[in-house]
């Protein structure tokens, strides 16, 4: 009975952290539109929803401090239990990175716009996916779709990079454009931050998987991912 | 026996935390130093020593999750043991940041110089210490000191905001030295980042030691805090 209402707990922290996930998705896709757009109303959408995702995190938090306190956890679901809490931290982070581009979009509005060609929304599209596909390989325990998202890291690097280059060169030869460039430039930033906070989580997945593994042919455990 | 093997693992944990610490702010400290002497050669002791940093960040949430395991925690003990696997993971961060900021200055060396009226070192030296107040704050379980931490981050913020007018500025009216003043205002968004993080741990650490009070006065316990 106890062990049910422990198995129940696991499932109710996996739903939470699904719903955390899809919050922070939507404020840095939100946050995105109101760049392309230059819409302040959808700004202010991000910054009123920031605390939303502050509140859900307590929550995941909580639910996993009850969880580790109702009984002595298995090895492997304390290790899930744990990277539950690394995982919302992460997505919690996420968020704030939208906040930061609403930011500087609000900033932008006033602005005289650049000319610069960069795709700031495909860089998003690529950061977002990066999230979400973490976020699944830790629910299904899939340590591969985990190491993909490792592997794209580079390529927002990369955008990053090219952003910051195309940024610096117009803040020289478009001189009255130079503040759109420059926050354009920070955005690009604040994505490729997204991308280290799902590389972040996809660490974690494989740290949590391989000791799951290990502990697993130790002891004979079922793993928690697959409940 | 087992409760003070236990005990001691709790004491080695705190060492260990107020270890990754000392390393997070000395990485930071030496950012700061490449950037006041524009000196390579200490941006890479940054970068050498962040695979240290990390390999910090593992050994403490391997120990944490090992005291977990070990026994069942009191709930004290448990939010102890939670408090530090976050705390550790934003130390970890600001080790990152110092990582950025070592990048930036490398960027710089080649680059003229702009003669921006702002005081990166001061800023730095601001968030250091909001950040070794707040690890100080977690394991002398002070709430009074985390909120003092938490009332130093508009000071930051606030340099944060000045330099980046400054460095603006600079970019149009000395368009030559544009990208010093660019990567000058990254790294006051990277040190700001730093006190973000302090301020997260400050956050931890009331979270922390309210939910020890109360079930303190509920269950009896002594503070893991003050062992």
């Known amino acids: 009975m106890t062990r049910t209402r422990f198995h129940q707990g696991l499932d109710d922290l996996k739903q939470k952290l699904l719903a955390m996930g899809g ?4 404020a840095v896709e939100r946050a995105i539109r109101a760049y392309d757009n230059r819409d ?31 009984q ?19 997505l919690e982070r996420v968020g704030d990175q939208a906040v930061n581009i609403s930011e500087r979009v609000m900033d932008m509005v006033a602005q005289t716009r650049s000319t610069l060609n960069v795709d700031i929304p495909r860089m998003a599209s690529l950061s977002i996916n990066m999230v979400r596909d973490a976020l699944n ?3 299904t325990a899939n340590a591969e779709m985990a190491q993909s998202v490792l592997e794209r ?5 990369n955008m990053n990079r090219e952003i910051f280059e195309a940024a610096d060169y117009a803040m020289t030869h478009q001189v009255e454009a130079h503040r759109d460039a420059l926050d354009t430039l920070i955005i690009a930033r604040n994505l490729e931050r997204v991308a280290d906070h799902a590389t972040n989580i996809a660490e974690d997945v494989i740290f949590w998987v391989r000791g799951t593994d290990v502990r697993h042919r130790a002891e004979g455990q079922t793993l928690t991912g697959s409940s």
Do not use: G, H, T
């Open 72 to 90: 002595q956890p298995m090895a492997v679901d304390l290790r899930f239990i744990i990277a539950c809490i690394k995982i919302n931290s992460d």
């Open 153 to 157: 890291d580079d390529l927002v690097d």
């Open 137 to 139: 390989s830790f629910l």
């Open 40 to 70: 302040i109303a959808v700004c202010e959408l991000v910054l009123r929803d920031e605390a939303q995702i502050n509140a859900a995190e307590r929550e995941v938090d909580e639910l996993s401090i009850d969880l580790l306190a109702m």
């Open 23 to 26: 919050m922070a998705e939507q």
